[in-house]
């Protein structure tokens, strides 16, 4: 019975200093614990730290909220994949009046009426062209070297 015990205390500290979304301890990524390790610390924004599992597009995602803010956008049109992140564009919604409004859905939505928002911008994580037409308006590519997350206006 001590060794069972033994062993799961070691575990449990192993879990806590080490685990990959929110580690106390951060390994360097060539020691040889890459799936242990991330870019993630304990003194990253908050922001940063929801993109722990999802490093690689933590930039992107960053450079679209700065650039959706800079440009005061408030009603903004969605284009997502299956399953892509909405939530870290609009952290801030609740101090602000934006209105995200889903477009070029593919599901059974795509039956709502769309109503009679006009769209300041449009965010796509699955169109990557040079513009994006929607309502008979152009809207233009922003971030064409992104390769996860652009922003059309």
């Given at each position: 019975?001590p060794?069972v015990?033994?062993?799961l205390?070691?575990?449990?500290?192993g879990i806590?200093l080490l685990?990959?979304?929110?580690?106390?301890?951060?390994?360097?990524?060539?020691?040889?614990?890459?799936?242990?390790?991330t870019?993630?610390?304990?003194?990253?924004s908050?922001?940063?730290?929801?993109f722990?599992?999802?490093?690689?597009?933590?930039?992107?995602?960053?450079a679209t909220?700065?650039?959706?803010?800079?440009?005061?956008?408030?009603t903004?049109?969605?284009?997502?994949?299956?399953?892509?992140?909405e939530?870290?564009?609009?952290?801030?919604c609740?101090?602000?009046?934006?209105?995200?409004i889903?477009i070029?859905?593919?599901?059974?939505?795509k039956?709502i009426?769309?109503g009679?928002?006009?769209?300041?911008?449009?965010v796509?994580?699955?169109?990557?062209k040079?513009?994006?037409?929607y309502?008979?308006?152009k809207?233009?590519n922003?971030?064409?070297?992104?390769?996860?997350?652009?922003?059309y206006?």
């Amino acid at each position: 019975m001590p060794a069972v015990l033994l062993i799961l205390v070691v575990y449990a500290f192993g879990i806590v200093l080490l685990n990959r979304i929110r580690p106390l301890i951060t390994l360097d990524r060539s020691s040889g614990f890459g799936k242990i390790t991330t870019n993630i610390n304990v003194s990253d924004s908050r922001f940063k730290k929801y993109f722990a599992c999802r490093d690689e597009v933590y930039n992107e995602y960053n450079a679209t909220k700065h650039l959706m803010q800079e440009m005061n956008c408030n009603t903004i049109g969605l284009e997502l994949g299956h399953d892509d992140w909405e939530y870290p564009l609009f952290l801030e919604c609740y101090h602000a009046d934006i209105c995200p409004i889903n477009i070029n859905v593919d599901n059974v939505s795509k039956s709502i009426p769309s109503g009679t928002h006009k769209i300041d911008c449009i965010v796509s994580t699955t169109t990557n062209k040079h513009f994006i037409e929607y309502k008979g308006r152009k809207f233009y590519n922003l971030l064409p070297a992104h390769t996860q997350v652009w922003i059309y206006k």
